[in-house]
């Protein structure tokens, strides 16, 4: 195992050009060869053998189609009126306290303390109820 121990950035990059044939006009440091083996140090003195670099082939590029986005869902809107209308529904069926139960969860307790963003959400959970809106 050979380590090579370089003082700056700079130095290595310079070695480098210089193995691989791109050396630039900037001077070159020798960096300290280390053999592992026995432990001493030194400068090489020959050029450090190198494998021919081989270009691989890349493969063909493939047009895709563009991705065409899509429009977001939009969510159907709902009236203080149409929830009433539910309402009204579940009350003929003996099933007020369950509206009640729903407005509590969703933190009001009266119809009209419905922000106009929840109406889709508790239209949603009256349909799931069986209430036509």
Do not use: C, H, W
Not at 11 to 23: D, R
Not at 57 to 74: E, I, S
Not at 106 to 131: N, S
């Amino acid at each position: 195992m050979i380590n090579l121990t370089f003082e700056t950035f700079d130095e290595m990059v310079a070695f480098a050009g210089q193995i691989l044939g791109t050396q630039t006009e900037k001077a070159v440091a020798v960096p300290v060869v280390q053999n592992t083996a026995t432990g001493t140090a030194v400068a090489p003195t020959e050029p450090i053998p190198t494998a021919p670099v081989v270009q691989q082939p890349t493969a063909p590029v493939t047009p895709q189609a563009p991705v065409t986005p899509q429009a977001p869902v939009q969510m159907p809107t709902y009236s203080i009126d149409q929830i009433a209308v539910g309402a009204i529904q579940l009350k003929d069926a003996g099933r007020l306290g369950e509206f009640q139960q729903l407005l509590a969860r969703f933190g009001v307790a009266a119809l009209t303390q419905l922000q106009p963003a929840q109406l889709p959400e508790i239209a949603a959970e009256l349909q799931k109820m069986g209430v036509k809106l």
